[in-house]
């Protein structure tokens, strides 16, 4: 079982940053793919970054491209979400999660075997 932890949500200006974080719990973190997930309300929770086990690959959401940026650190089972340039429509609820055993990263929500509780971000104009 593995428990995965978000922290670093807040409110922050329009053009500011924040800086997300995920602890991992257990030992398959650095042979997993991981990824980034928000949520609006009202709407379906979409992709927004993911990356490869080693972090040599990451791919991103088009809405995030240039602004996100994901890494991780598999000596301390975390991965990051660096937000910069924060717009309005970023504010959602973001999600870490884990797809087990992966060797390449995914868009796909439902190869993903584990979630964080989420971390709420508002963007404020």
């Known amino acids: 079982q593995v428990q995965l932890v978000e922290s670093g949500g807040g409110l922050v200006q329009a053009g500011g940053s924040l800086l997300l974080s995920c602890v991992a719990s257990g030992r398959t973190f650095s042979r997993s793919a991981m990824a980034w997930f928000r949520q609006a309300p009202g709407k379906e929770r979409e992709f927004v970054a993911t990356?490869?086990?080693?972090?040599?690959?990451?791919y991103y959401a088009d809405s995030v491209r240039g602004r996100f940026t994901i890494s991780r650190d598999n000596a301390k089972n975390t991965v990051y979400l660096q937000m910069n340039t924060l717009k309005p429509s970023d504010t959602a609820v973001y999600y870490c999660?884990?797809?087990?055993?992966?060797?390449?990263?995914?868009?796909?929500?439902?190869?993903?075997?584990?979630w964080g509780q989420g971390t709420q971000v508002t963007v404020s104009s």
């Open positions: 999660a884990l797809n087990l055993y992966a060797e390449q990263p995914s868009d796909i929500k439902a190869r993903y075997d584990y």
């Open positions: 990356i490869s086990r080693t972090g040599g690959t990451t």
